[in-house]
């Protein structure tokens, strides 16, 4: 039996990500032997509760940790990254990782603040992260080592799928895969609504449409068209057809795009904001 390589971990915040972070870290029991430390701020509610749930290992010093570490991932809001940057900048290594999953921090904003040749890495997870159906977008600096490269991987593959793009296509297609779920909750809600109208209690309701919506996002991921398996369900005339029809003359299409862009702005404000803020 091979023998599994550990690498030790220090999470800096202990918030929703991290927790979903630490639980696919766990589930995925690859060839990764995952020794894990968790430091936060404040909240020493939340960090006993991972404690507990993970048996990870509660930090009060995170400076101390740091050093020892492997994988530095930053699990803190993007607000709270420059502080602990400036600490950390005095104390990493060329041959520790340190990746962020905060928006807006870019490995760009990552590099400038840490010492040259860092190794650095952004990774963004959408919401289903916590139950391992993420689909996360990962940019990877250019001194990140293979060795890096496959623990951080790892890493990703225990929070669902993972897309390794550059880091302007993270900003780019944050919208789409880390904001779209609310998009998709928003229609999910509206069609339960519906079905409760026609006297189908909440729970059957929630049930209907969750089952719906997983049966065509299975058939998208089959690598169909979308538009063409929207014609296989709409007969001519018929009345699919004529809900398509309110969608259309509501610019269903273009309010979504432009919901996109209106996400993409404000990311992108919220990003040079945090930039100058530096």
Not at 155 to 173: A, K, M, P, R
Not at 207 to 217: D, E, S
């Amino acid at each position: 039996m091979n023998k599994l390589t550990q690498v030790r971990v220090l999470f800096i915040g202990a918030g929703r990500m991290a927790r979903a972070m630490i639980s696919g870290m766990i589930r995925q029991r690859g060839a990764i032997d995952w020794e894990i430390h968790v430091a936060n701020r404040s909240n020493s509610v939340r960090l006993a509760e991972l404690v507990e749930t993970f048996r990870v290992t509660a930090v009060r010093d995170w400076q101390t940790t740091a050093s020892q570490a492997d994988v530095i991932v930053l699990a803190m809001p993007p607000d709270e990254h420059q502080p602990v940057l400036r600490e950390l900048a005095k104390l990493v290594r060329k041959d520790q990782l340190v990746a962020s999953v905060a928006a807006g921090i870019g490995v760009s904003g990552l590099q400038a603040a840490l010492p040259q040749g860092t190794q650095c890495a952004w990774m963004m997870p959408n919401t289903a992260a916590g139950i391992g159906e993420s689909m996360t977008l990962c940019a990877i600096g250019d001194s990140v080592t293979e060795v890096h490269r496959h623990r951080l991987l790892e890493i990703l593959h225990g929070l669902g799928l993972s897309f390794v793009c550059t880091e302007q296509q993270v900003h780019d297609l944050t919208a789409i895969t880390g904001s779209a779920p609310a998009f998709a909750f928003q229609f999910a809600k509206a069609l339960e609504d519906s079905a409760t109208q026609f006297g189908v209690d909440l729970h059957d309701a929630r049930h209907l449409v969750g089952q719906m919506m997983l049966g065509a996002a299975k058939l998208i991921l089959t690598g169909q068209d979308p538009l063409a398996l929207a014609a296989e369900v709409t007969t001519p005339g018929g009345a699919t057809a004529a809900g398509l029809a309110v969608l259309e003359e509501a610019q269903f299409t273009t309010h979504l795009q432009a919901a996109v862009d209106a996400t993409n702005r404000k990311a992108r404000s919220l990003s040079a904001k945090s930039a100058e803020d530096a």
